[in-house]
Nanobody, 116 residues
């Protein structure tokens, strides 16, 4: 399995943006796994920012709580991260993966850049 992320871009502070990912080339079903969105900013370690359980429960790190929403479309087998009120500190490459992550599942990520 390899995740394919898309939807990143350059936005201004305060703008919204939604990124998504799909598992490529297999019968991997997102709804059967605990999934998360991770991000890695320049010079920093990759961190988990949002998590959705098999049952649909969600968790977020404090910095994005109230601004980001993780959800999945089971029919499309696609995972989304809706990001609102973006801040320059949200600038990073965003990845999806299982929680905990599987090394072989990392995709190329999608770059999100927030200008001030």
């Amino acid at each position: 399995v390899r995740m394919v992320e898309s939807g990143g871009g350059l936005v201004q502070s305060g703008d919204p943006l939604t990124v998504s990912c799909v598992p490529a080339g297999t019968n991997f079903r997102l709804k059967m796994n605990s999934m998360g969105w991770y991000r890695q900013a320049p010079g920093k370690q990759r961190e988990l920012v949002a998590h959705i359980t098999r049952g649909g429960g969600t968790n977020y790190i404090d910095f994005v709580k109230g601004r980001f929403v993780i959800y999945r479309d089971d029919a499309e087998n696609r995972l989304y991260l809706q990001m609102n009120s973006l801040k320059p500190e949200d600038t990073a490459v965003y990845y999806c993966n299982q929680v905990p992550p599987a090394d072989s599942y990392w995709g190329q990520g999608t770059q999100v850049t927030v200008s001030s």
